[in-house]
């Protein structure tokens, strides 16, 4: 089956400070990917979606300049969360979309974020 | 607009029982309907979906489920539980027109040895 990876699997970083989760699809080529954000014991809660090539959409309530996707490629999207605070401490999920089979969505292992 | 309710919080089941896993929905048109399984800090994994055609859609791990028009429903089933089935399933819809997976707020599943 298609696979999705992250990397890193989990961080820790100083509050200020900026990170960057990458998202690959390893074997299929994403025209589409989303990244969502889990909070302990509740559901994934959608962030934003990136095109290849194009801006990302953003959900409501989710600050654009704070949490930076670049979809680069086919295979690659990047979220950088900036000068990150405590609160931004999360469980960050990335999804690919396969090229051609519509709609249906794989999955990342998940990055686990804890800032000091 | 589209929704999923998921109206258990937790199953517990006996191993070797079968286990039901609820979800309802509602979207506007017909709906693309899936299940994820969520173990823990994972990422989640596909079990099943239905798109059109039988009601009774077969996934991974011997789970199924079976899609009710008339109920607005999607409920998990597997015939018998194993204690590795215990994990965080989450249900999710795709409406007419929308571009993105809507997810329930999950069910944990704990099977008892």
């Known amino acids: 089956g298609a696979v999705v990876s992250q990397h890193p699997s989990w961080v820790i970083c100083k509050s200020g400070t900026s990170v960057k989760i990458e998202c690959r699809s390893l074997d299929f080529q994403a025209t589409t990917m989303f990244w969502y954000r889990q909070f302990p014991k509740q559901s994934l809660m959608l962030m934003a979606t990136s095109n290849e090539g194009s801006k990302a959409t953003y959900e409501q309530g989710v600050e654009k300049d704070k949490f930076l996707i670049n979809h680069a490629s086919l295979t690659l999207s990047t979220l950088t969360v900036t000068s990150a605070h405590p609160e931004d401490s999360s469980f960050y999920i990335c999804?690919?979309?396969?090229?051609?089979?519509?709609?249906?969505?794989?999955f990342g292992p998940g990055t686990r974020l804890t800032v000091l | 607009a589209q929704s999923v309710a998921q109206p258990e919080d937790q199953v517990n089941v006996a191993e070797g029982n079968p286990l039901t896993v609820k979800c309802t929905y509602s979207?506007?048109?017909?709906?693309?309907l899936f299940w994820y399984v969520q173990y823990p800090n994972r990422g989640l994994q596909f079990l099943l979906k239905y798109i059109t055609g039988d009601n009774l859609v077969k996934g991974s791990y011997g789970f199924e489920a079976e899609f009710n028009k008339s109920q607005t429903s999607f409920h998990l089933k597997k015939p018998s539980a194993l204690v590795s089935d215990s994990a965080l399933y989450f249900c999710a819809v795709i409406g007419a027109g929308a571009n993105n997976l809507f997810f329930g707020t999950g069910t944990r599943l704990t099977v008892i040895p």
């Open positions: 999804s690919a979309r396969l090229r051609g089979l519509y709609n249906e969505q794989f």
């Open positions: 979207v506007s048109g017909n709906p693309y």
